[in-house]
């Protein structure tokens, strides 16, 4: 979703992977993992 994506204050962001969480039968959901590079622009 936020893949390269740039953002200001921030700079461009790179996916990692990602996690599966459960937490109860009825909650679950993911951990997205990015790495984010402060950009000149910024």
């Known amino acids: 979703?936020?893949?390269n994506a740039k953002?200001?204050?921030i700079g461009e962001l790179?996916?990692?992977g990602a996690?599966?969480?459960i937490l109860?039968?009825?909650y679950a959901g993911l951990?997205?993992?990015y790495t984010a590079t402060h950009g000149g622009e910024d």
Do not use: P, R, S, W
């Open 31 to 33: 951990c997205l993992m």
């Open 7 to 9: 953002m200001t204050g």
């Open 1 to 3: 979703m936020f893949n």
């Open 14 to 16: 790179k996916f990692l």
């Open 24 to 26: 109860t039968d009825e």
């Open 19 to 21: 996690n599966q969480m």
